[in-house]
């Protein structure tokens, strides 16, 4: 069970935004500059998004946003369109002992 | 463009070993830290251990007791050894790249399920 929170769902409609949090606490998410955001259609691999926060990498829309406050961190999904539907999880590296910890996942629903 | 391919049995008998073994390609094993990702059924992803080309490895502390995480230089590949598995150890199980403080590109995952 991860020690992280995620709203299970979150929906919008097409061209719409959504924001979508991860919140910690000072020892994982507020003391991590290394917050990355992934991607997950059921059935395929996983995607980075997000990487130190608010960084993409190539190839990645730049409908996808990153930002942290405190303990939160934050995934705007800009422009939703319906191949946005899928799972997301943040994954602070929270340090030498944790190392990776991923969210609980938010399915987002285009409807 | 690096590409990742896990293999092993998909099957594998409660109190037994579960062993994975992920193919790289288009690029060297001695770029990166490699990891193991997994994804129980209807549950989230769990990071379980990475390695880097040298053997150096870092692990989930809730899964280190009975994980163990090599690397073959020489075939271009790296492993996932898991003791003593349950039916909570059934799963999709992912190899990947890492790059910098992220799971940077992933292979297409392989189910393994624990049953007798």
């Known amino acids: 069970q991860s020690a992280l929170t995620q709203p299970a769902s979150v929906s919008g409609s097409p061209g719409q935004s959504v924001t979508i949090s991860c919140t910690g606490t000072?020892?994982?998410?507020?003391?991590?500059?290394?917050v990355s955001w992934y991607q997950h259609h059921p059935g395929k691999a996983p995607k980075l998004l997000i990487y130190e926060g608010t960084k993409r990498p190539s190839g990645v829309s730049d409908r996808f946003s990153g930002s942290k406050s405190d303990n939160t961190a934050s995934l705007t999904i800009s422009g939703l369109q319906a191949e946005d539907e899928a799972d997301y999880y943040c994954c602070p590296y929270a340090g030498s002992i944790t190392f990776y910890v991923f969210g609980p996942g938010t399915k987002v629903t285009v409807l | 463009q690096v590409q990742l391919q896990e293999s092993g049995p998909g099957l594998v008998e409660p109190s037994g070993t579960l062993s994975l073994t992920c193919a790289v390609s288009g690029g060297s094993i001695s770029s990166n830290w490699w990891s193991w990702v997994r994804q129980p059924p209807g549950k989230g992803l769990e990071w379980i251990a990475e390695i880097y080309h040298n053997g150096d490895t870092n692990y989930n502390p809730s899964l280190r007791s009975r994980v163990t995480i090599s690397v073959d230089k020489s075939k271009n590949q790296f492993s996932l050894k898991l003791t003593s598995v349950t039916s909570a150890d059934t799963a999709v199980y992912y190899c990947?790249?890492?790059?910098?403080?992220?799971?940077?590109?992933w292979g297409q995952g392989t189910l393994v399920t624990v049953s007798s």
């Open positions: 990947a790249g890492n790059g910098y403080y992220a799971i940077d590109y």
């Open positions: 000072s020892s994982d998410v507020g003391s991590s500059t290394h």
